[in-house]
């Protein structure tokens, strides 16, 4: 799923701080949000492997939760929701598509690396790829309802990651037309950095 998807989740998880404790509402959705985004910054290093943890996320997160339950400082509800949100993000990846350039294809059985069994887990396609109309209306269903009930700069947030959204959508096909023409005129001495699925 495409990274706005994943950061309005991260956000909706930790939205009910708002309501049940909303002194510890900004700890939490700055964690959710990080934790949304956090697993994509190995975009360019081994996508959905390197920071992808789908098992030990959750045995992190569990600890730290408990932890900040009972003493509630905002630090430990922002490393708890950054856990949550990760571990929500890596789950996610499993239920889209695959890990190539054109997912729609269903080419690749590559979703999420599990380093526990060792093993590359298989995409289960319930939204198609990132960038889907699926994909589209996950983040509308967590982010209209997020617009409506932030406020300030988490608010922006959201419709920022909404623009983002539709015009990824948008353009989704095009830029994996658009991939193999970009990188492959970049200078051989940064070529090694770039994914193979990019050159297809």
Known sequence: MMLPTHALLGLAIAAPFVVFAPEL??????????????????????????????????????????????????????????????????????????????????????????????RWRAPKRWVRYDGAPEDLLLSALAGVPLWLVLEGPFRWLVGAALLVAGLYVLLRRRLANAAPVVFGAVPESVDDYVPSRYKQ
Not at 30 to 39: A, C
Not at 45 to 60: E, N
């Open 25 to 118: 509402a900004p700890a939490a959705l700055i964690g959710g949000f990080l934790g949304g985004v956090l697993p994509d910054l190995d975009l360019y290093a081994g996508h959905r492997r390197t920071l992808h943890y789908p098992t030990l996320y959750v045995v992190a997160a569990v600890p730290i939760a408990i932890a900040a339950a009972l003493i509630a400082a905002p630090w430990l509800v922002t490393a708890a929701f950054l856990l949550a949100g990760a571990t929500l993000h890596c789950r996610m990846d499993r239920y889209g598509g695959g890990l190539e350039l054109r997912p729609w294809e269903g080419t690749s059985d590559r979703a999420v690396y599990d380093h526990v069994r060792r």
